[in-house]
């Protein structure tokens, strides 16, 4: 006789829902999926999907915020360890390690998984705008992160003094929103990993002959 799954059971299968939930979401968006959808997917009844989501809303936000939301964060986190962890000389130069970490950072969001979620983001963002605050808080840890090296090459003496902020979201919009826009976009000039290192090769120009200190 077959009673309610034990705790790992249940884990395992809130794991599978989530994953089910967060790959229709993807594909189809939030009105394209239903919980009757959900549940056939995951090869779950109605029962165990409404006992942990009340309704599609809930599941959403859920699904975006922890998992999607946490999978983009952990992923980036892990990326900047391995960085950090390949450098020989943790105090070498400031300059180029602000290159190794905005290559990073632009690798990261062309990344299929982060567009994606962007994607969904951008596609549902009325309807859920408190999701706002997620996207957010990345942003600003990227910066921060950005902004910390910034410090760091004029602290070097290698980039001018300037307004921090501008520089940091200066810099952001050429290694990321610009890049991000036209990934959503489906533009063709970020389909190859040439055309791509040709872009950010650019920004970094850009960038250092706008900063770089001059002697």
């Known amino acids: 006789m077959k009673g309610r799954p034990d705790l790992q059971g249940s884990l395992e299968l809130d794991a599978h829902i989530t994953v089910t939930a967060a790959k229709l979401f993807i594909e ?9 959808q959900v549940a056939v997917a995951a090869g779950a009844g109605k029962q165990s999907l409404y006992r942990r989501y009340p309704n599609k809303k809930a599941m959403f936000r859920e699904v975006f915020t922890n998992f999607l939301m946490k999978d983009v964060m952990e992923r980036y986190a892990e990326q900047l360890a391995m960085l950090t962890a390949a450098r020989s000389e943790p105090a070498g130069d400031s300059l180029e390690q602000l290159r190794e970490i905005a290559k990073m950072v ?8 982060t567009v994606e979620v962007f994607r969904l983001f951008v596609g549902e963002r009325n309807r859920f705008p408190e999701l706002k605050i997620e996207i957010r808080r990345m942003i600003e840890i990227v910066e921060d992160e950005i902004m910390q090296h910034i410090r760091l090459a004029q602290s070097a003496g290698l980039i001018r003094e300037a307004p921090d902020e501008h520089a940091a979201r200066g810099f952001m919009a050429l290694l990321s929103e610009g890049p991000l826009a036209r990934a959503l976009l489906e533009l063709p ?3 190859t990993s040439a055309a791509r290192d040709r872009y950010f090769d ?6 250092t002959d706008a900063v770089r200190a001059r002697r």
């Open 28 to 36: 189809h968006g939030y009105e394209g999926v239903s919980m009757e």
């Open 189 to 191: 000039s970020m389909e």
């Open 202 to 207: 650019g920004a970094w120009n850009v960038f």
């Open 106 to 113: 632009f690798d990261f969001t062309l990344e299929r998984e």
